[in-house]
Nanobody
């Protein structure tokens, strides 16, 4: 089992920044990839950023490329999402996810078998 706890959400104005954190515990050595997803009301959950943990290779959705940065601190067992130049369309519930399954794309929810409870991000214009 892997447990994930997000923190760092909040309300900011357009152009502001937030850093989300995801503390992982449990059998984290089995985690193959981790990702940040978001879901706005009435919309599907979408992949924002992902990392293949052992290679430390990172990937981003086109909508956040150049503005968001995903990183991991293995010593602390924590995944981060630094979000800069925030826009109202970034408003959503943000979820951290982990997968122990090999050979899957980072940006679809299905391969992820562990999820955090979510943290709300609201960007006002």
């Amino acid at each position: 089992q892997v447990q994930l706890v997000e923190s760092g959400g909040g309300s900011v104005q357009t152009g502001g920044s937030l850093r989300l954190s995801c503390a992982a515990s449990g059998y984290t050595l089995r985690v193959y990839m981790m990702g940040w997803f978001r879901q706005a009301p009435g919309k599907e959950r979408e992949g924002v950023a992902g990392v293949y943990t052992r290679l430390n290779s990172t990937y981003y959705a086109d909508s956040v490329k150049g503005r968001f940065t995903i990183s991991q601190d293995n010593a602390k067992g924590t995944l981060y999402l630094q979000m800069n130049s925030l826009k109202p369309e970034d408003t959503a519930m943000y979820y951290c996810a982990a997968s122990t399954l090999y050979g899957n794309a980072w940006n679809t929810p299905l391969p992820y078998n562990y999820w955090g409870q979510g943290t709300q991000v609201t960007v006002s214009s």
